[in-house]
């Protein structure tokens, strides 16, 4: 489900165990998925360097729709799922903006009017975070024209701004945003709406609730029961780096940095990356599993009150993972992992592979080929509507813009 939301535990107190290893088994099938591209580079109308997909579903059809940014070219684009019979051919879409150096964007549904707008995410020269906002018309969400950019004044050249994820944080009036930076003064945060102001974007007001260092995943979900929403985050970077969550105080005592707890998982020795939350190993408690840059990827299995955290060997003995999935991929009713990396130049490698768990073993099979160097985000839904889970992903090093590789079990 791409738009699940997640409730994970059942108590407040939440510490780490013991640290084992799981162990990787040989390579699988050898043979590559097919790569079925949804928008190609194009540096005359600002799409290089594509950087991430998010998903929601804009036009009520249920089916995912994706939004990217263009890091090195600064379009932000929506591109409208035009169905399984015409999946594999390049994707309707429309640029929402143009803005410098963007990391991030992500669908939010931020003046509450019933139509999804756009939220970037800026570093580099950029340094601000946008609204982009959606058309007040449903019939022109496709026209360029039509949607309004603006900067947020609460992050306006203020920190190199990495990620943003929708959520509702105090209870009060429509969604908000938990956000994060990089860098030397980054932190992790929320803008909250002072008021319920339309696109008044003047209304946003920035809390920081903790300082961090180079932060890549923020999750937004219930960690502990209690019925409000918590976010687990993956900072890569300084002396506070890890996998963690903060624990929500609920309503107005969430605009208190003060009130709100951290909870450390681990990874303080790792360069972690992208997680993702789900059912690994197919108990009822739900797990978390993070890349990191140190050839591991980190499994944190939820048991009673606690974590037991193992690790899994990168496939095929690259170094850099970035990010990574779990879901069903060979529909035999048990989730394995889908691993994205950076291969470093490394064309010996796929830098897509899937993992299979066997017992207290994993088994990597190849889904890219050895085509692309530097993925990143990677999504799982069924675009052809045959029933198994695809892949959907961006590069950028050899620009492979943003694509989905087609699985071939069904």
């Known amino acids: 489900m791409f738009l699940a939301e997640q409730s994970l535990a059942k108590r407040r107190t939440i510490m780490v165990l013991a640290v084992g290893c799981l162990c990787f088994a040989s390579t699988g099938l050898a043979k590559p998925w097919k790569r079925h591209t949804i928008d190609s580079s194009s540096k005359e109308v600002g799409k290089l360097g ?26 932000i684009v929506v591109y409208r799922n035009p169905g399984a019979a015409k999946s594999k051919s390049t994707w309707p879409s429309v640029t929402v903006g143009m803005v410098r ?56 050249g203020k920190q190199l701004w990495m990620f943003a994820t929708p959520a509702q944080i105090d209870g009060v009036g429509a969604k908000d945003l938990f956000v994060s930076s990089k860098g030397g003064n980054a932190t992790i945060g929320w803008l909250r709406r002072k008021t319920d102001s339309g696109r008044n974007v003047s209304a946003l007001e920035f809390i920081k609730l ?41 309503g107005e005592k969430a605009s208190r940095p003060s009130e709100w707890r951290e909870h450390m998982l681990g990874g303080e020795k790792h360069e972690v990356m992208f997680l993702d939350v789900g059912n690994v190993i197919g108990d009822p408690a739900v797990d978390i599993v993070c890349t990191t840059r140190n050839k591991e990827i980190l499994f944190f299995e ?70 692309g160097v530097k993925f990143d985000l990677i999504k799982l839904a069924d675009l052809d509507g045959d029933g198994d889970l695809d892949a959907i992903t961006c590069e950028e090093v050899d620009n492979l813009g943003v694509f989905w590789y087609e699985n071939p079990h069904r």
């Open 101 to 156: 150096d963007p990391e991030d964007a992500v669908f939010i549904d931020l003046d509450g009017d019933g139509k999804l707008d756009v939220v970037s995410s800026c570093e580099g020269r950029g340094r601000t975070m946008y609204v982009h906002w959606a058309p007040t018309k449903r019939g022109d969400y496709w026209r360029p024209s039509a949607w309004q950019t603006k900067p947020i004044p609460a992050t306006q």
């Open 50 to 75: 594509a950087d991430g997909v998010r998903l929601a579903d804009v036009d009520g059809d249920g089916l995912p729709d994706i939004t990217t940014g263009w890091e090195q070219g600064g379009a």
């Open 302 to 371: 939820r048991s009673d009150d606690s974590w037991k955290t193992s690790v899994i060997p990168n496939p095929m003995g690259l170094p850099n993972g970035k990010a990574v999935a779990i879901g069903d991929v060979d529909g035999d009713g048990q989730n394995d992992l889908v691993h994205t990396t950076n291969t470093g130049g490394n064309r010996s490698a796929p830098g897509v592979t899937w993992l299979k768990r066997l017992g207290q073993t994993w088994q990597a099979h190849d889904i890219s080929g050895n085509v």
């Open 210 to 250: 903790r300082s961090s260092g180079w932060v890549m995943s923020l999750e937004a979900l219930d960690m502990d029961a209690d019925d409000d929403v918590d976010l687990l985050f993956s900072d890569r970077k300084g002396p506070r780096r890890g996998v963690g969550w903060l624990e929500n105080p609920g």
